[in-house]
């Protein structure tokens, strides 16, 4: 039971931060609603590389602070379906740029949390 408050502790603040970045970010720029995700994405990425590490490294959180942090707050915060329908979306929009402007959102998020995640782990060492 212990497990599940620590999951669900921090999937609530994860949700909740996501929310408010994601409308942050909508009102600063308008022009790209989805960048909401995109910040969130790439911060998650960064934090879990600079909490985890790598499986090699004998540094560590303990199990309730892995599931607070990681599992609850981060698995709350990154936004991978929100990322999915958006993507969907923007693809989706009248005219011929569409396609490509999904793909660059997707493209986007995709290289810039792997590299986030990297310079997390970097960060640790």
């Not at 949700?15 to 969130?40: C, E």
């Not at 379906?81 to 493209?107: N, Y």
Request: charged letters at 10%; hydrophobic letters at 50%; aromatic letters at 8%.
């Amino acid at each position: 039971m212990d497990k599940l408050f620590f999951v669900a502790l921090g999937g609530s603040v994860g949700s909740v931060v996501r929310f408010l970045v994601s409308n942050a970010m909508k009102t600063a720029w308008p022009a790209y609603a989805s960048s909401g995700t995109l910040l969130v994405n790439v911060a998650g990425s960064l934090l879990i590389g600079f909490l985890l590490g790598t499986a090699s490294e004998s540094k560590g959180l303990s199990d309730s602070m892995r599931l607070l942090l990681v599992t609850g707050f981060l698995g709350g915060l990154t936004t991978f379906s929100s990322l999915a329908h958006e993507t969907v979306q923007l693809s989706m929009r009248e005219g011929d740029t569409s396609l490509t402007v999904g793909l660059s959102h997707l493209t986007a998020n995709v290289l810039l949390g792997l590299a986030a995640v990297w310079c997390g782990v970097w960060l640790r060492q």
